[in-house]
């Protein structure tokens, strides 16, 4: 019974990956598939749960036959883009695995291990006849969590047919990352740190080699829910989710699919496919930064059932008037936003108090802290604004290929309505596979 339904749900997943293969070659509806799947170390994976010490890395039968499932799955569907989590990249048979079975597929392949030894780490393969590697990167946050990223920047090995003889170029970075798991709150900030760090490292990419805009993928597992601090961020930079996109889900829709049961047993949908299209406006990154840290910064507060004006008498220095800097700085130690390893550093908090005091003159008033601290954040984004842009400037500018939303499927499929299957063993993840068709549409600045 197991069986038939696994079969069936891989023939539905194997349509989603096939689509993109069948259009290139009948060059009709031309597309890419994107696969982002967090696999389950087996060092990590627990196999008896009166012993947590006892894992599946201990059992060579175990790990090598659920990871040659993980490559059939994997290799049935055949996106164009897989990029894989929690990869053993500590395990020289395991990565002989992986690196085999995918380059006799086609596939060109990299992996990055995370930092202090840690065992697992990244991987990420393209198509070889799809793309032509432009640049890879790699990116060590060197903080808490010891996590990575990789960045993998390719253009379209044949372009798309309707624009094979124009100058549109064809190209698309790619990101894969696993955000730190929030053990406790103070962590929250620690994975806003790192998006941070992933975003300020693109656009440094891009001003580095001249780039001009083009579709940016953010993969991976964010260890965070769309309620998040994370979520928010990424969604003031222009960024939308690729699954909720395809499914016409709103960002208040956060309970409509999963994709991870954790190890305390909760569910929550945490496995993103991230899509910027060059023609989105972009807000300043360290402004969207600053909002998202006063947002955490106002979370905290609300949670103690503080209103505006009691967050402005505790911010305020006594016998005081307005905020000061030093009063600022006491707030945010207080709040255990600062005064620890991996808490706000002093630059950081230079940074948002001169995002906050836009006069210069060293302290903020109550409208000033309404206006810049209390009132700003996402809630507050301008879609126009940082959306696409106005028709009328659409044809002085130069164009290039952005990618629309298609279709996207979780498996197993009863993740997509919010449950998880007691007798799903391929990963404590769900897989998530987007098909993306190209956009003929004009650049934006990246900075707006």
């Not at 929030?182 to 740190?193: A, E, K, M, Y």
């Not at 230079?350 to 302290?363: E, H, N, P, S």
Request: overall charge negative.
């Amino acid at each position: 019974m197991r069986t038939d339904r696994w079969a069936k749900s891989m023939g539905r997943i194997s349509r989603i990956g096939s689509l993109a293969v069948a259009s290139k070659e009948n060059q009709q509806q031309p597309s890419i598939t994107c696969t982002t799947f967090n696999i389950l170390a087996p060092i990590y994976k627990r196999i008896n749960d009166e012993d947590p010490s006892c894992r599946e890395s201990d059992y060579r039968a175990y790990w090598l036959a659920r990871n040659h499932r993980i490559l059939d799955w994997l290799l049935n569907e055949m996106s164009s883009i897989i990029c894989l989590q929690e990869f053993w990249v500590g395990n020289e048979e395991l990565v002989n695995l992986y690196e085999n079975r995918l380059g006799d597929a086609g596939y060109v392949s990299f992996k990055l291990e995370r930092t202090n030894n840690r065992g697992d780490g990244l991987l990420i393969a393209v198509q070889k006849k799809y793309f032509n590697i432009l640049n890879y990167k790699e990116l060590h946050f060197n903080d808490f969590g010891d996590r990575v990223a990789q960045l993998l920047h390719v253009e379209l090995a044949s372009p798309f047919t309707q624009w094979r003889n124009s100058n549109i170029r064809q190209e698309i970075l790619i990101v894969n990352t696993h955000l730190l798991f929030p053990h406790d709150s103070t962590l929250s900030l620690v994975r806003l740190q790192q998006v941070y760090k992933i975003l300020q490292y693109v656009e440094s990419y891009q001003n580095d080699f001249q780039l001009k805009p083009m579709p940016i993928m953010l993969c991976g597992d964010w260890n965070g829910s769309k309620r998040g601090h994370v979520y928010k961020f990424l969604r003031s930079q222009g960024f939308v989710s690729s699954y909720d996109t395809a499914h016409q889900y709103t960002d208040a829709d956060a309970h409509k699919w999963v994709s991870h049961r954790n190890h305390r047993g909760n569910i929550c949908a945490v496995d993103f496919i991230w899509l910027l299209n060059p023609d989105k406006y972009r807000k300043l990154l360290k402004a969207s930064w600053s909002e998202a840290v006063f947002g955490m910064f106002k979370y905290l507060l609300r949670r103690a059932s503080l209103t505006e004006s009691d967050a402005f008498a505790f911010l305020k220095a006594d016998n005081e008037d307005c905020i000061t800097y030093s009063g600022f700085c006491e707030a945010l130690r207080q709040l255990n936003l600062t005064g620890h390893s991996h808490g706000l550093g002093d630059e950081e908090v230079k940074d948002l108090w001169l995002q906050a005091d836009v006069d210069g003159d060293g302290v903020l008033d109550y409208k000033e802290f309404l206006q810049q601290i209390w009132n700003t954040g996402p809630d507050q984004r301008d879609d126009n604004k940082y959306g696409e842009q106005d028709e009328g400037s659409k044809d002085a500018q130069e164009q290039t290929i952005g990618f629309s939303v298609k279709n996207a499927v979780l498996f197993p499929p009863e993740v997509e309505k919010g449950r998880w299957p007691e007798d799903y063993s391929l990963s404590d993840h769900a897989r998530l596979t987007v098909v993306f068709s190209p956009v003929r549409m004009p650049c934006s600045q990246l900075i707006c």
